[in-house]
């Protein structure tokens, strides 16, 4: 059985940080490429940041230079440390095994974990 969980989430000031985890098992976690995706209600679900099987990285031009994501493989863990957070960062984010290399998501889903950016 595929699990993916999120957690990390909750509240905090503008200028403040957060950083999500991502644990999954029931997938062949190191042949996965991983991401982070983000949904805020009204809009479409967006990618924020990716990282292959290998490591090399991509983000969002709206959080370059904020945030970071890692994997850990021998935890099955991907992580988004997230800096400087801005209101406009609010949203649910989302955790997604088995991206494409054109960042189309894979069939793994968390449940998301709520951030809000807030004074």
């Known amino acids: 059985q595929v699990q993916v969980v999120e957690s990390g989430g909750g509240l905090v000031q503008p200028g403040g940080s957060l950083q999500l985890s991502c644990a999954t098992s029931g997938i062949d976690f190191v042949i996965y490429a991983m991401g982070w995706y983000r949904q805020v209600p009204g809009k479409q679900r967006e990618l924020v940041a990716r990282?292959?099987?290998?490591?090399?990285?991509m983000y969002a031009d709206s959080v370059k230079g904020r945030f970071t994501i890692s994997r850990d493989n021998t935890k099955k863990t991907v992580y988004l440390q997230m800096n400087s957070l801005k209101p406009e960062d609010t949203a649910v984010y989302y955790c997604?095994?088995?991206?494409?290399?054109?960042?189309?998501?894979?069939?793994?889903w968390g449940q998301g974990t709520q951030v809000t950016v807030s004074s």
């Open positions: 990282i292959s099987v290998s490591g090399p990285t």
């Open positions: 997604n095994a088995g991206l494409n290399p054109r960042g189309e998501p894979g069939d793994y």
